[in-house]
DNA sequence: ATAGCATAACTGTGATCACAGATAAACACA
DNA sequence: TGTGTTTATCTGTGATCACAGTTATGCTAT
């Protein structure tokens, strides 16, 4: 490549918190495969800067469990196995659905178009087999919802859960996509938030959290 | 002082991971008070390190909010107020309750002694008016559910609460210990566990989680 | 051709230094 | 005695180096 690798928009205060939301993006995103290796060197050389804000990076997705970070061996996208995934999962759904519950009242219209926008999107990926394209999609469409749940501890923690999945579920989507499964949650999800049904919203914002997992050790 | 902080009791392998439990430890017991500020060369100086391991734990703190960390100004702990505080203890709630339905089948008969034995200590520590007492009992209590629950991230995502939390509850508890405030929850989750009552034991535990900040609510 | 070993390259970790911004202290002036 | 300004101290941040494990490479001997 002609140029270091793009920071994030908002030019951070650090070095180390634009490198770090720079490749916790590529965690949730999927760029970022499981068992892949980083290292601290090649990064620095990448960023255009020198070691120390990347190994501040690395070590801090390390602490959150993003990153795998062994003593005097090269940092690892984790590779989690279906139980580990199931447990990321599960607290998803829980914390997602709390979040949901609380947004209900938050929507507007406008985020109630935005979100029907988003479904829609997610379902034209699935269908045309786009599993990049699906990924960023249902990533947004979630972060619509847990950006109205005003709890910024809970949007914070369910975005950490994104980095920490994103490698597994873009493993799993793109396995899962070109099998003829079915994918209507997100548009069920959005009749539940525009009918201000803050029960049904949280129960199906819970199992769409599941859905990933369960469809996956179907498949199995 | 003579000697150097003690550092974690088993030796971990990197300073930086020593130095960072060290200090979440004194967060959730309470010993650092909300606004104190906590200088990179002055805590290196203190366990004896140079500034590389300690600017790494501050700043792994910091990113999950248990410190404050502004650019080129000291390290802080953070003064919640109470409507953060009550975002978080709503987490808390959401997180521990899920953890008890799940530790409700895990726990055996030793753990169950062991829970009753807290309990009674929570209530000693709080009948007698020792604040620092029952917080650290406090926190063994609920530590003994959380681990029973068999799914690893959703503890450490519950522990990392208690850092960001302690400090604001060892203040409310200092004021609210004094007051004639009844305090018989814990007994009540002891029962609903030796009762195996799942759904009981969630709500109370949920309900525990709230109580401190609507009793801090109330004094005010 | 293959197994074993020595060597080279790469890894995170800790220490030390230079720098710029923020805070506190001290001093001069009214 | 108060007030504004200057000075000094303290702050995190980034860069660079030395070091010790780890991993990969290539060579030698069989």
Redesign the interface.
């Known amino acids: 490549m002609t140029r270091g690798a793009s920071i994030d928009h908002t030019a951070p205060?650090?070095l180390?918190a634009g490198i770090y939301a720079t490749l916790r993006h590529r965690l949730i995103l999927g760029e970022l495969r499981p068992g892949a290796s980083l290292s601290i060197r090649t990064l620095a050389e990448e960023f255009e800067v020198s070691a120390m804000p990347v190994r501040?990076a690395l070590?801090?997705l390390a602490?959150?469990?993003a990153l795998i970070g062994a003593?005097k061996k090269a940092y690892r996208v984790p590779d989690l196995s279906p139980d580990?995934a199931a447990?990321?999962f599960?607290?998803r759904s829980?914390?997602e659905g709390?979040a949901a519950e609380l947004a209900v009242e938050n929507m507007t219209a406008r985020n109630l178009r935005n979100l029907a926008r988003l479904a829609t999107e997610t379902d034209a990926a699935w269908a045309t087999g786009q599993p990049d394209r699906y990924i960023a999609a249902n990533y947004k469409f979630h972060r619509c919802i847990n950006d109205r749940a005003g709890?910024?501890?809970?949007e914070?923690?369910i975005a950490g859960l994104y980095a920490?999945t994103g490698p597994w579920l873009a493993h799993g989507v793109a396995d899962l996509i070109s099998a003829d499964t079915a994918q209507d949650g997100h548009r069920k999800i959005v009749d539940a938030f525009a009918s201000k049904d803050a029960a049904l919203a949280r129960r199906l914002v819970e199992d769409d959290a599941q859905w990933a997992i369960t469809l996956y050790r179907r498949l199995r």
Chains 1, 2 share one sequence.
């Open positions: 205060q650090n180390s501040e070590r801090q602490s959150e469990e003593a580990e447990n990321l599960f607290v829980i914390l709390a709890n910024t501890s809970l914070k923690m920490r």
